[in-house]
C-alpha cells in the first residue's frame, strides 16, 4: 500500500514531525490568519499583533534554548540579517530619519520571525498549519469582501473591505487576497486533498473577482504569473491536464469580468495608461539617486524624501536607491536561491509563494507588509521542509 501523501507537499506522511510546539503553531498560524486584517484590527484595538509577534519570536527562540531543539543558520537566512543590518547602518548617510523611526520596530520584527521559522526544523503538521493560516485567512478576506466592499476613497472605480470605516490601499487588499487564488488553484490540481475540486475552484475565482475589483494591476499581473508557474511547473500534472486547468481558469476570468463594474474594468484595460499613475516620474527620480550612489545606496527612507514623500511604488527600486547594489544583493539572492532550488527539488509551492509575495511588491512599496515577509517566510519554510524529507527518504532507501 502506497504512503498517503500530504495535500501541500510531494513527499509521504511518513515524514518527521518536529520543531514547534502546538501552542507555538497556534500562534503563528493565527499570525498568518489575522495578517490581512492587521489594518482593521489595529483601528479597533491597537497594535497589539506586533506586540503577539514579538512574543512569539521570543517564545520560540526561549524553546529553541531551553529545550535544545535542532537549528542551523543557513546562509540564505545569514543574508536576510545582514541586509537587516547594513539597511540599520545606512541610517548614517540616510537624509530623512523619519521613515527608519516609523518602520524600525517592524523590519526587526519580520526579520526575526523570518529567522526563527526558518532556522529550524518544522515538522509536516507544523507546515501545514501555518500554510492553513495563512490561506484561510486570506479566504476570509475574500469573503468578507464580498459582503462588505466598497469605492476606496475617491476612488469610486476601486473597491475594497470596509470594516468600523476603516479601509486598506487596493493594492494591498489585492495582495491580501492572493493567497486565496494561488493556493487555492494549487490544491485543485491535487489529488491528495480535504475539500472538493469544485470548492477550492470556487475561492479561486473568488479571490480573482475581489482582486479586479479593487483595480489593482499589480494585483492582476500576479494572478497572471501565478498561474503560468503552476501551469508550467507543475510536475504532477500532465499536459492535457494544464491544458484543461488553463482552459477552466480563462473561462472564471472572462466570467468575473462580466460583473465587474465599466470604471473598475476601464481602469484595469485602458490602453492610454501610460504614465502608471505618475510611477513613471516616480521611479525616474529614484533611479537617478541609485546611479549617483550605485553601490552603497543614499540611505533608508531617502527615497521617500527624494519623492517629496510620496511612495515609489516599487520595492526593489527603493531598495536599489537606499541600500545600493550591495544591500539589495544579500535581499535578492536568497529569493534566487529559492526559487532555482524549488525547480531542482521540483516543488511549485515555494514558487507560487515567492510569487504572490514579490509581484505585488513591483508596483508598490511593500518592504514594511506582512504579504511580502509573510510570503517569503512560508517559501523558505517549505523549501526546508522538502530538503528534510528528501534526505529522510534517502535514508531510509
Not at 527612507?301 to 544579500?330: D, R
Not at 514579490?358 to 517559501?379: C, H
Amino acid at each position: 500500500m502506497c504512503p498517503k501523501i500530504n495535500a501541500w507537499s510531494s513527499f509521504p506522511k511518513s515524514c518527521p514531525n518536529t520543531g514547534l510546539g502546538v501552542f507555538e503553531t497556534f500562534l503563528c498560524s493565527s499570525l498568518f490568519f489575522i495578517a490581512p486584517f492587521e489594518a482593521y484590527l489595529v483601528s479597533t484595538i491597537g497594535g497589539v499583533v506586533k506586540y503577539v509577534l514579538l512574543f512569539a519570536i521570543l517564545l520560540i527562540l526561549y524553546k529553541d534554548i531551553y529545550t535544545k531543539r535542532a537549528t542551523r543558520l543557513d546562509w540564505w537566512i545569514s543574508f536576510f540579517v545582514v541586509w537587516l543590518a547594513y539597511k540599520i547602518v545606512t541610517i548614517f548617510w540616510t537624509s530623512d530619519l523619519s521613515i527608519p523611526l516609523l518602520h524600525f520596530a517592524s523590519q526587526l520584527g519580520m526579520v526575526g520571525f523570518l529567522f526563527v521559522l526558518t532556522s529550524m526544523d518544522i515538522g509536516e503538521r507544523q507546515r501545514n498549519s501555518v500554510l492553513n493560516g495563512y490561506f484561510w485567512g486570506s479566504v476570509a478576506f475574500c469573503l468578507l469582501s464580498l459582503v462588505f466592499m466598497k469605492p476606496s476613497g475617491v476612488y469610486t472605480q476601486r473597491f475594497v473591505l470596509t470594516l468600523f470605516g476603516v479601509q486598506v490601499d487596493p493594492n494591498n487588499a489585492a495582495a491580501s487576497a492572493l493567497p486565496a487564488f494561488a493556493l487555492g488553484l494549487y490544491l485543485c490540481t491535487r489529488e491528495q486533498r480535504t475539500l472538493p475540486k469544485a470548492l477550492y475552484g470556487f475561492l479561486g475565482v473568488l479571490a480573482v473577482y475581489i482582486v479586479f475589483m479593487t483595480g489593482s494591476r499589480g494585483g492582476m499581473l500576479a494572478i497572471a504569473a501565478s498561474a503560468v508557474v503552476l501551469l508550467l511547473f507543475s510536475m504532477h500534472l500532465k499536459l492535457y491536464q494544464k491544458v484543461v486547468v488553463a482552459m477552466l481558469l480563462l473561462g472564471g476570468c472572462i466570467l468575473v469580468l462580466g460583473f465587474l463594474p465599466q470604471d473598475t474594468y476601464a481602469r484595469l484595460f485602458q490602453i492610454d495608461y501610460t504614465d502608471g499613475s505618475g510611477r513613471t516620474e516616480l521611479w525616474g527620480i529614484v533611479w537617478k539617486a541609485f546611479l549617483a550612489n550605485p553601490i552603497f545606496g543614499v540611505g533608508w527612507g531617502a527615497a521617500t524624501k527624494l519623492t517629496g514623500g510620496m511612495a515609489t511604488h516599487n520595492t526593489f527600486l527603493s531598495m536599489l536607491c537606499e541600500q545600493g547594489v550591495f544591500g539589495t544583493f544579500f535581499f535578492v539572492a536568497p529569493l534566487v536561491y529559492a526559487v532555482l532550488a524549488s525547480l531542482r527539488k521540483k516543488q511549485v509551492l515555494p514558487i507560487l509563494l515567492l510569487v504572490g509575495a514579490i509581484v505585488p511588491a513591483l508596483t508598490i512599496d511593500a518592504i514594511n507588509k506582512r504579504f511580502l515577509w509573510y510570503g517569503i517566510t512560508l517559501a523558505l519554510v517549505f523549501l526546508r521542509g522538502a530538503e528534510n524529507c528528501q534526505n529522510h527518504l534517502e535514508c531510509e532507501e
